[in-house]
């Protein structure tokens, strides 16, 4: 029995996964579902904790997670999302975060010349330290002489481990990203686990850009890049950015992954987006494209390709929400891709 498991969360993802859910019951799989209903802002507010040491041990136990969004206007602190989504990929060793983009269709581009947007990548965002580490401290605090650090931190395994995934997974090009021009330390050590890599791959081709320009790059010639592999934070944006490029975040999925144990969570990249919550309007494309690439690491492949034609079809036929040119709400999106589905 596989067992997944279920984590709406916040705003639009209680409105998303359940779509999510209807594919996945359709197709007969047998899958069964562990819903973690009460992993969210409500309760972070209420108690002061969203995700407990049992829910923890629940979704390690499980086969694969679905994840929403968390994030909500009612919340500031970033306690909330340490201690739900950050500490999930911590404890779990969810190192890689795996976001692919491919543009769908020409008219779903920003670029005013859409031939040259064509997209077809994947940001290879390290998951598991960086910045998002948590390891610093303030002084003289809520005056004026108030100092902060959130210090960086790179580890040799952390960033040996995240390049050898992007060599493993990439198909003609892999570009390491960083800042080792003006960041020191890390920057050190990124270049030699990079020269490192590249020896240990010798027939990949290998490109390296400044976090700067690499921006700059996705912009100017998405389609010339095939895996971008970098640290948390610089994925983090990034990933956003080519998002955008390859048809919104609407439809972007990704996988926080532990390749050695095959766990992955799996999350749409748009957020709970609360000034969409509620209204029934949110595509729910993302969460049913993150179902398909679990499938597919199940070992699901016909059923995740079988999904991924029928989200193809819809769109392109117009029955989608309002960012895909089309207008239909959620649940008559969702409806429409499980029609096509068959
Ligand atoms: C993401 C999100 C999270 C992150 C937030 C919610 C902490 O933006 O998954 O990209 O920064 O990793
Ligand atoms: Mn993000």
Redesign the pocket.
């Known amino acids: 029995m596989t067992v997944i498991s279920v984590l709406p969360g916040d705003g639009v993802g209680q409105e998303v996964v359940p779509e999510a859910l209807r594919v996945l019951d359709d197709l007969g799989l047998g899958l069964e579902f562990d819903v973690l209903d009460h992993v969210n802002a409500g309760a972070y507010l209420a108690t002061g904790t969203a995700l407990s040491d049992d829910d923890v041990d629940r979704i390690r136990r499980s086969d694969a997670a679905l994840f929403g969004?968390?994030?909500d206007p009612r919340v500031t602190s970033?306690d909330y999302?340490?201690g739900v989504?950050?500490r999930l990929?911590f404890e779990l060793d969810l190192y890689v975060?795996h976001r692919p983009v491919s543009l769908p269709a020409e008219r779903l581009s920003p670029l005013k010349d859409a031939k040259r947007g064509a997209i077809d990548c994947v940001v290879v965002?390290e998951?598991s330290e960086g910045l998002?580490a948590g390891i610093g401290g303030a002084l003289r605090q809520a005056t004026s002489h108030e100092v902060a650090l959130d210090v960086e931190v790179n580890t040799h395994s952390g960033v040996s481990r995240i390049l050898d995934y992007a060599f493993g997974i990439a198909r003609s090009e892999v570009c390491m990203v960083d800042k080792s021009n003006a960041v020191p330390n890390g920057g050190r050590l990124w270049q030699r686990c990079w020269a490192d890599a590249r020896r240990r791959h010798p027939a990949m081709v290998t490109r390296h850009l400044y976090v700067d320009a690499a921006a700059m790059r996705l912009v100017s010639d998405p389609a010339g890049f095939d895996v971008i592999v970098t640290n948390?934070s610089y994925g983090?944006i990034l990933?956003?950015l080519a998002a955008e490029l390859g048809g919104g975040i609407g439809i972007a999925t990704?996988v926080?992954l532990n390749p050695s144990t095959g766990f992955g969570l799996y999350?749409p990249?748009h957020?709970s987006a609360p000034d969409l919550a509620g209204r029934g309007v949110a595509n729910p494309v993302a969460a049913i494209l993150c179902a398909a690439l679990m499938l597919g690491d199940l070992g699901h492949t016909a059923e995740a390709e079988a999904v991924r034609a029928a989200v193809a079809r819809t769109v392109e036929a117009g029955r989608c929400t309002p960012d895909l040119g089309g207008s239909l709400g959620t649940a008559q999106a969702g409806a429409a891709i499980r029609a096509e589905l068959g």
């Open positions: 969004a968390i994030g970033p999302a340490r989504l950050l990929r975060n965002r998951n998002y948390n983090d990933s956003d990704s926080n999350e990249v957020g």
